[in-house]
């Protein structure tokens, strides 16, 4: 079984920055991606951001590109970041990251398997 624990979340003002962290525990023999969701009040869940197991392909949703940075540790590859830049009150949500079922990453929620309980996001303008 796999646990994920996310943090960093908070109150920053618009056009502030924060950075979300995301650890992965439990399954240890088996590369996977990992990715970040968000979900606002009234909403559907939307994707954010996802990395491979190798670090090297990434993806973002439309309306983060150029704003968000997803990576992954350097040592410790059960271990993701958002850095989010340039905030905006639409960003206001709950963040989850999640572990993928394979090493590449996808947009789809389907493809992850292993969700955190999320941690709050708000921007106030």
């Known amino acids: 079984q796999v646990h994920v624990v996310e943090s960093g979340g908070g109150l920053v003002q618009a056009g502030g920055s924060l950075r979300l962290s995301c650890a992965a525990s439990?399954?240890?023999?088996?590369?996977?991606?990992m990715g970040w969701f968000r979900q606002a009040p009234g909403k559907e869940r939307e994707f954010v951001a996802a990395?491979?197991?190798?670090?090297?392909?990434?993806?973002y949703g439309d309306s983060v590109k150029g704003r968000f940075t997803i990576s992954r540790g350097d040592n410790a590859k059960n271990t993701v970041y958002l850095q989010m830049n340039s905030l905006k009150p639409e960003d206001t949500a709950v963040y989850s990251c999640?572990?993928?079922?394979?090493?590449?990453?996808?947009?789809?929620?389907?493809?992850?398997?292993?969700w955190g309980q999320g941690t709050q996001v708000t921007v106030s303008s």
């Open positions: 999640a572990v993928g079922s394979s090493p590449s990453p996808y947009t789809s929620s389907r493809f992850y398997g292993s």
């Open positions: 439990g399954r240890t023999f088996t590369t996977y991606a």
């Open positions: 990395i491979s197991w190798s670090g090297i392909t990434t993806l």
